[in-house]
């Protein structure tokens, strides 16, 4: 069997907006750089995601070298945002958790609030390392997240889409399948390896850097849209649900914490340093 590999890496500098795939990328304590510092709310102060919005998945947001971003959309003219410099804060509500973040201006509230509404609003997460704690039940202390979901990175591989992709077809929906990896918004593509091998995994090398494979990813309806068109479908959560259910938590992919910093390429080797006891 082949040794496994990273196969593709992926950023959303924006949550929920559609991201790019570098070559590389910087390890961060709290994620790929550049990886889901910014932050749609809107008009209630709420944050928006593709859980409400599937349409965000129409626009495009790529990092600028200024750490600015880029967003596009069908249509539109491009807008261009810079990272804000130090400024007042306002608080977004990001799960169960309240987090301070700086607003981007009034240009990037009016390009967004044209698109999805009055009231939206472009906010930056200024200070990633002090912000917003990962949950205490699976981080050490001090350890911080974006605006990503929960943690730092998700990690998922090409055989477990594949087997995934198999059950699809056998299913009533088959029509939907087969599934891009692109449903599941990953951060690190791993190839190589047996399927579901990762749901043993307790810590891996990647390249040079060493992350803790903290737990399994409970998926919700933002993988059963389109990421090009915004459409919505029935897969993968009717097949999750039959094949990947524990206790009502429909998983695929793994959630990871960086262990130190570094740079991914693609192509580096991945190695399990540890495996979660039997």
């Keep these: 069997m082949a040794t496994p590999s990273l196969l593709a890496l992926h950023r959303y500098p924006v949550k929920s907006l559609a991201g790019h795939a570098p070559d590389e990328a910087?390890?961060?304590?709290?994620?790929?750089?550049?990886?889901?510092?910014?932050?749609?709310?809107?008009?209630?102060?709420?944050?928006?995601?593709?859980?409400?919005?599937?349409?965000?998945?129409?626009?495009?947001?790529?990092?600028?070298?200024?750490g600015?971003?880029?967003?596009?959309?069908?249509?539109?003219?491009?807008?261009?945002?810079?990272?804000?410099?130090?400024?007042?804060?306002?608080?977004?509500?990001?799960?169960?958790?309240?987090?301070?973040?700086?607003?981007?201006?009034?240009?990037?509230?009016?390009?967004?609030?044209?698109?999805?509404?009055?009231?939206?609003?472009?906010?930056?997460?200024?200070?990633?390392?002090?912000?917003?704690?990962?949950?205490?039940?699976y981080g050490r202390p001090g350890e911080t997240v974006g605006f990503a979901d929960g943690f730092p990175l998700l990690?998922?591989?090409?055989?477990?889409?594949?087997?995934l992709n198999s059950w699809i077809a056998e299913g009533d929906h088959a029509h939907e399948g087969p599934l891009?990896?692109?449903?599941?918004?990953p951060n690190a593509v791993i190839g190589g390896t047996e399927p579901w091998e990762e749901d043993d995994w307790a810590a891996v090398r990647i390249g040079g850097v060493v992350f803790r494979v903290v737990k399994p990813c409970a998926r919700c309806v933002i993988t059963t849209t389109d990421q090009r068109t915004g459409e919505r479908g029935r897969e993968p959560l009717r097949t999750l649900a039959r094949k990947r259910n524990a206790g009502g938590r429909l998983l695929f992919g793994q959630n990871l914490i960086p262990e130190g910093t570094g740079t991914l390429r693609l192509g580096d080797p991945v190695q399990v340093v540890a495996r979660r006891p039997r």
């Design 68 to 137: 600015g971003i880029e967003v596009t959309a069908p249509g539109r003219e491009p807008l261009r945002a810079g990272a804000p410099g130090p400024g007042a804060t306002v608080p977004v509500q990001v799960f169960r958790d309240e987090v301070e973040a700086v607003p981007a201006g009034p240009a990037a509230d009016a390009w967004f609030s044209a698109l999805l509404g009055a009231g939206t609003r472009l906010l930056h997460l200024d200070d990633p390392a002090h912000r917003r704690p990962v949950d205490p039940a």
């Design 155 to 163: 990690l998922t591989t090409t055989a477990s889409l594949d087997a």
């Design 180 to 185: 891009p990896m692109n449903r599941f918004r």
């Design 26 to 66: 910087v390890v961060e304590p709290w994620g790929l750089a550049g990886d889901r510092r910014w932050l749609l709310t809107g008009a209630d102060g709420a944050m928006l995601t593709q859980r409400s919005v599937p349409g965000l998945a129409r626009l495009r947001a790529a990092p600028l070298p200024d």
